[in-house]
């Protein structure tokens, strides 16, 4: 049973922009707060940024300024905005509760690869 798809992903050049999407499990997404991951080669996967329930939200340093996590409850949906890209940023994006939920695993995630 796919429990989290997220989509979205691609090439862009530095300075681009890409909005990422992530379908959830209504099981999984009601209530819950939600969260962007990614792994870059080589490293171990970090949050990007989390959103609760009632909507706040945080973001990693890195990131601040110019990414914009969002969510909608109707469409169980979380989403990514991301600004200013960098090749930095290139990683695989995952989406999951915050904190990840261990039961559920992850999904397959989205390729971002940022270059010229």
């Known amino acids: 049973q796919v429990q989290l798809v997220e989509s979205g992903g691609g090439l862009v050049q530095p300075g681009g922009s890409l909005r990422l999407s992530c379908a959830a499990a209504?099981?999984?997404?009601?209530?819950?707060?939600m969260g962007w991951y990614r792994q870059a080669p080589g490293k171990e996967r970090e949050l990007v940024a989390y959103?609760?329930?009632?909507?706040?939200?945080n973001y990693a340093d890195s990131v601040k300024g110019r990414f914009t996590i969002s969510r909608d409850n109707t469409r169980n949906s979380v989403y990514l905005q991301m600004n200013s890209l960098k090749p930095e940023d290139t990683a695989i994006y995952y989406c999951?509760?915050?904190?990840?939920?261990?039961?559920?695993?992850w999904g397959q995630g989205t390729q971002v690869t940022v270059s010229s």
């Open positions: 999951n509760k915050y904190p990840p939920d261990p039961h559920i695993g």
């Open positions: 959103i609760t329930f009632l909507y706040g939200t």
């Open positions: 209504r099981t999984i997404f009601s209530g819950s707060n």
